[in-house]
């Protein structure tokens, strides 16, 4: 595929999708940091709480606004946070690559980590979080389809 066709594509979303990921980022740290100085809480306590609204952020603004999402939400969260799962998993494998087999600098194998984890969430996201076709639900003793374009 031509690169020109490629960028087409993602035109409407990409640019949104890194707006996205920037008010988490940033959202997340000013909950961990404002846990932390307020309520001196933990570090792991503040860390769990600022990613979990990062996450609850970026889900609520990449579902209506990014990909502008009809299906229900429930499913296509469950979907989110498995692929968050995923691309945490594929963030770690290059990070620790980088550092163990390409003897890279820890702090630029971080930085690099990034790229998959946001290109696998991204692309995950559009094509089956959000994507129509994974959002039609079913159900699932008649494994008929429940959702409302396919009733009429």
Not at 27 to 37: D, F, N, P, Q, S
Not at 116 to 121: G, Q, V
Not at 129 to 134: C, D, G
């Amino acid at each position: 595929m031509p690169l020109r066709r490629i960028v087409e594509r993602h035109r409407a979303t990409g640019p949104k999708f890194l707006v996205v990921g920037a008010l988490n980022t940033l959202t997340g740290l000013a909950v961990i940091y404002g846990l932390k100085w307020v309520f001196e809480a933990h570090d792991v306590t503040a860390n769990l709480v600022g990613y979990a609204i990062g996450v609850t952020v970026s889900f609520a603004l990449n579902s209506q606004w990014t990909f502008r999402h009809a299906g229900k939400l429930a499913p296509a969260f469950a979907r989110f946070i498995f692929v968050l799962i995923g691309a945490y998993l594929l963030n770690l494998a290059t990070v620790l690559v980088a550092i163990n087999v390409l003897a890279i600098n820890s702090y630029i194998a971080q930085a690099l980590g990034i790229i998959p984890y946001t290109l696998c969430t991204y692309l995950c996201s559009k094509y089956y979080v959000f994507n129509a076709a994974s959002s039609r639900d079913v159900d699932p003793i008649n494994r008929e389809s429940t959702s409302v374009k396919d009733a009429g």
